[in-house]
């Protein structure tokens, strides 16, 4: 039986917010670490780059694992900004398979040469130490020792993707999406069929990590993110039994999650939503 062990790394979205304000939740960009376990065999899986990846790369390198599988959502700043401190680069035992989309005609590769160019980084991306493998993925699968991964482009500026992890025989399963607008708003390279695939794509879900930005107050239509009750509303009709409310506004610390956290409770229990909803924090760590 597969078995999931999810690290939450990074909960915030656009820009870190350290500090006393933002302690409880925390201040890291986003970065979710999943161990995949079948039997004797392990693998990690990290979900994003965000800056919540440096403290994650200390702890892959005390374990001594030397393989790991990245997959990058899209490549705005707040998602991949940790990876150059990521310690395992560093590192010539490790090997890293980083997967993730072209964004237009730029590739993935040429993205992270731009993020480690001398003018901003101080260590080129060939000066690395790592055996580093870059894929490109678009909607569709990649089989991984032990699990399936499967994507989905969703609704943000840019190619952005949803991945989801499948355990075998419909053991479990972890869907990842932080950056998602569900609502009518803004221009999307997606199908008109787009919504009905969404919820087939997310279709009973062990765990949901959706971005969950806004309150129905503060929206901003078309940046591409939702509030809250729209990611309980799409939670709840695809029959996910726990949904992470993920990507906080970094203008909202940890008093203003607290009200949000308890809205979300109380708009699933009006709408009669069987799941489970947590706020995402840093260092929570939730076993699937």
């Known amino acids: 039986m597969t078995k999931f062990r999810v690290d939450v790394c990074g909960v915030r979205g656009s820009i870190p917010t350290p500090g006393n304000s933002t302690a409880r939740y925390g201040g890291n960009t986003t970065c979710v670490s ?22 994650l790369g200390a702890r892959v390198m005390k374990s001594a694992e030397t393989e790991v599988n990245l997959f990058i959502s899209h490549t705005h700043w ?17 090997r890293i398979r980083v997967w993730g989309a072209k964004q237009g005609d730029v590739g993935l590769e040429s993205v992270l040469r731009r993020l480690m160019d001398p003018v901003v980084f101080p260590v080129p991306l060939d000066a690395l130490d790592a055996e580093l493998e870059v894929n490109h993925i678009n909607n569709g699968g990649v089989e991984l020792d032990l699990c399936s991964v499967t994507n989905m482009r969703v609704r943000h500026p840019g190619h952005t993707l949803a991945t989801r992890l499948d355990g075998e025989n419909g053991s479990g399963s972890v869907v990842f999406v932080p950056d998602n607008e569900l609502g009518p708003g803004g221009d999307y390279d997606v199908p008109a069929s787009w919504r009905k695939d969404f919820v087939k794509f997310l279709e009973g879900a062990s765990l949901l990590i959706h971005d969950a ?8 239509s078309g940046w591409g993110h939702s509030t809250y009750e729209e990611a309980i509303d799409v939670a709840a009709e695809a029959g ?29 229990n009006k709408k009669g939503a069987r799941l489970e909803i947590i706020a995402g924090s840093e260092g929570m760590e939730i076993n699937v």
Do not use: W
């Open 240 to 268: 996910v039994e726990k949904l992470m409310l993920f990507h906080h506004n970094p203008d909202c610390d940890d008093g203003c999650m607290d009200l949000l956290a308890e809205s979300a409770g109380e708009y699933a």
């Open 213 to 220: 930005m806004y309150t129905p107050q503060t929206l901003r």
């Open 78 to 94: 707040d998602h991949i900004q940790g990876l150059p401190y990521f310690g395992p680069l560093f590192d010539k035992e490790s």
């Open 34 to 55: 999943v161990e995949v376990s079948e039997g004797g065999g392990k693998q990690r899986i990290i979900l994003d780059a965000g800056t919540g990846i440096r403290g």
